[in-house]
């Protein structure tokens, strides 16, 4: 079965046809659900909601979007509401913006090129960053959704989507310049 | 213009979204400092897009474990909502047994009543 038979199975109730929807979006839920939490522990929580959630609403699914953008907006949700609830457990305001100090990162070239190596410290520094930045640079500027589909499911405002896009991407630049500048003096 | 006012545009800029302004273009053509910004921006972007195909490896088992963790998920719902279908109809036979008795006494009492007022 392809996919779209797959979601018509899966509409009536067919939960092997889901099961094979899981298996074939994993890695790309787990990859979103990773990089908007930050960390390996939360996106196990937080893939296992996203499918659940999509599991109760595969009816409502209308295929005008793709299945996998479908499945980035309820992980995106998923994972928005668990690193709140995380934030509240650990008694930090929401609003606190913490300066993002990656201690990992070794040397960053000044003019950042796309190698391999470069994008892994990439990946490093978005986890540096504060959630509520984090998700928001990660869902337009890596998965590149609309500014009103971001707002949506974070709750917010699109002009406060946008400001909070600016700021994540002023601190990555930051992040990367500070660290080529800790090379460039050890040269 | 300033730099930090060019700072401000440079989302729009880089995606093309900002509206023209010649004084913002003046500024930028004659500034090495913007210039190197936006070459900046434009890297950083095109990084945090290829990120988008940098697929990260799950745990081993993870899949197997969110499979179990579904099915469980659905199990325990379904469980919740044939309680609350038991409870419902409960209430509902519970009410109708509740309105049959009390139309019942009433039907009593008025039987019982009637034949005093007639001989009244």
């Not at chain 1, 005008?64 to 457990?89: C, D, L, P």
Request: hydrophobic content about 40%.
């Amino acid at each position: 079965m392809d996919q779209a038979e797959l979601i018509v199975a899966a509409q009536r109730g067919d939960r092997s046809a889901f099961d094979e929807l899981v298996r074939q979006t994993f890695v790309d839920t787990f990859t979103l659900a990773r990089r908007i939490t930050g960390n390996e522990e939360d996106a196990r929580d937080v893939v296992q909601e996203a499918y659940f959630r999509a599991w109760r609403g595969i009816g409502k699914f209308r295929g005008e979007a793709q299945f996998s953008t479908w499945m980035y907006r309820i992980t995106a949700n998923a994972a928005t509401t668990h690193v709140k609830r995380r934030q509240r457990q650990r008694a930090e305001p929401l609003d606190e913006v913490a300066e993002p100090i990656d201690h990992r990162l070794e040397g960053q070239p000044a003019a950042m090129a796309e190698s391999g190596a470069e994008l892994d410290r990439l990946s490093d520094a978005l986890d540096e960053l504060p959630p509520k930045l984090r998700n928001v640079v990660v869902l337009k500027d890596v998965y590149d959704l609309p500014h009103e589909a971001i707002a949506e499911e974070l709750g917010i405002t699109v002009t406060a989507a946008k400001v909070r896009l600016h700021r994540a991407r002023r601190k990555l630049r930051d992040v990367l310049e500070a660290t080529g500048e800790v090379e460039s003096r050890a040269v | 213009m300033q730099c930090d006012d060019v700072d401000l545009l440079m989302p729009g800029l880089v995606d093309g979204t900002a509206p023209s302004a010649p004084e913002v273009d003046e500024h930028i053509a004659s500034c090495l400092r913007c210039q190197a910004e936006l070459v900046r921006y434009r890297r950083l972007l095109r990084a945090l897009r290829l990120l988008r195909t940098r697929y990260l490896e799950p745990t081993p088992g993870l899949l197997a474990d969110t499979l179990v963790s579904l099915e469980e998920a659905v199990e325990r719902e379904l469980a919740r909502s044939a309680r609350s279908r038991r409870i419902a109809y409960a209430a509902a036979i519970g009410g109708t047994a509740m309105t049959a008795a009390a139309t019942a006494a009433v039907l009593i009492a008025r039987s019982r009543r009637g034949p005093e007022r007639l001989a009244g």
